[in-house]
């Protein structure tokens, strides 16, 4: 299953970026989730773990797998039979930001998954898409 959603912020990127990567705080500015803890302090790192609680699903834990200050971030989440590999990124845009979030499940269980579960996922991005927007254009 492979989900992408665009949304353009009327933020300038450093603004949108400034939001985007403080994690603790995203359970203020989207119903997607009610709990995240990192494992480090300060910027967003690779290798850094990230422990998260979205409604009515358990408890996830990801991985920063790459980082690229003030455009992109990719975090990946492992379960049995499912890789989640989720991409963040930010890029100018004609008054504001552009905003493009996705999501990637592969895997023997992936379709699976998707079947069961995939309109869940999709709403979450989408509510995250949201919000990020939303809290963007407060600052």
Do not use: C, N
Not at 6 to 35: I, Q
């Amino acid at each position: 299953m492979r989900y992408a959603t665009t949304v353009h912020v009327a933020a300038p990127p450093h603004v949108v970026w400034h939001v985007l990567e403080d994690l603790e705080a995203w359970p203020t500015w989207t119903a997607s989730m009610t709990e995240l803890a990192r494992s480090r302090t300060g910027a967003l790192s690779v290798g850094e773990k990230v422990r998260v609680k979205q409604p009515r699903l358990p408890y996830a834990d990801w991985a920063i797998t790459a980082v690229d200050p003030g455009s992109s971030f990719v975090w990946t989440s492992r379960a049995v039979g499912v890789v989640t590999t989720a991409v963040h990124d930010v890029a100018a845009a004609l008054d504001g930001t552009s905003v493009t979030l996705s999501i990637d499940q592969s895997g023997p269980l992936a379709g699976v998954v998707g079947l069961l579960g995939g309109r869940t996922v999709r709403r979450y991005v989408d509510l995250e898409a949201a919000g990020l927007k939303d809290r963007a254009e407060l600052d």
